[in-house]
């Protein structure tokens, strides 16, 4: 079998060494090159057309993610793996839709690392369970802005749609017969259900699903 053949993307000198000791101690695993930057890591992507740039996120000239969306459009053929210290939803899903395929945690065993390679080698994704976790999750609980009103209740549409009128807590207390307190913990349950953080979003979600017209 060919060896798999890997450009190693780091701006901690430290942290590379390490790794490239770690990589090439692993059967069929050759460390072609090394950046310091995602520029560099992109430029050999292109004229070493490894198999795997295996790349951190928080670098200089251009960051992991951003180096990942470059080489998946100008040389498909190398699939990128982002080694990363961070495990939050919107990193990953950012590395993912740049056009990794794999990530994976710093703190990973040595044995998940080279299960990576070898898995992403072969025409396959890889994600560190913890991280995996979270990309699951986005599709149960999506994390962008819904689309219809059935997160909400009958009582919060009532109040989404004052709100989306322009009436203010206590008029909206008034109207409804209930407290300032109430309607103020209704709002904040709509913004969480909805994803949507300002009344300008709310106005605009309320329009598109019909509860008042652009006229109102």
């Known amino acids: 079998m060919k060896p798999i053949r890997i450009v190693l993307?780091?701006?901690?000198n430290l942290v590379r060494s390490g790794l490239k000791s770690l990589l090439s101690g692993m059967q069929g695993v050759d460390v072609v090159a090394e950046a310091t930057n995602g520029k560099q890591a992109v430029h050999l992507a292109g004229?070493?057309?490894p198999d795997v740039v295996l790349m951190d996120i928080a670098m200089k000239e251009l960051n992991g993610i951003e180096a990942a969306a470059i080489i998946a459009r100008d040389s498909p053929l190398v699939r990128v793996v982002i080694l990363s210290m961070h495990d939050t939803h919107d990193f990953v899903?950012?590395?993912l839709r740049a056009?990794?395929?794999?990530?994976?945690l710093k703190d990973a065993a040595p044995v998940e690392l080279e299960f990576a390679l070898r898995a992403v080698t072969t025409g396959g994704t890889y994600l560190s369970p913890r991280v995996s976790s979270h990309v699951v999750k986005s599709y149960v609980r999506p994390t962008g802005?819904?689309?219809g009103l059935e997160p909400l209740s009958p009582r919060q549409r009532e109040i989404l749609k004052a709100i989306s009128m322009g009436r203010a807590t206590k008029q909206i207390a008034y109207d409804l017969g209930l407290s300032i307190?109430?309607?103020e913990a209704h709002r904040a349950q709509i913004m969480e259900r909805l994803d949507i953080h300002d009344v300008a979003g709310l106005v605009r979600f309320a329009i598109r699903n019909g509860l008042i017209s652009a006229d109102d």
């Open 181 to 183: 307190k109430t309607v």
């Open 9 to 12: 993307a780091d701006d901690h």
């Open 145 to 147: 802005p819904r689309t």
């Open 47 to 49: 004229s070493l057309i």
């Open 93 to 95: 899903s950012q590395a």
């Open 99 to 104: 056009g990794a395929v794999g990530y994976v």
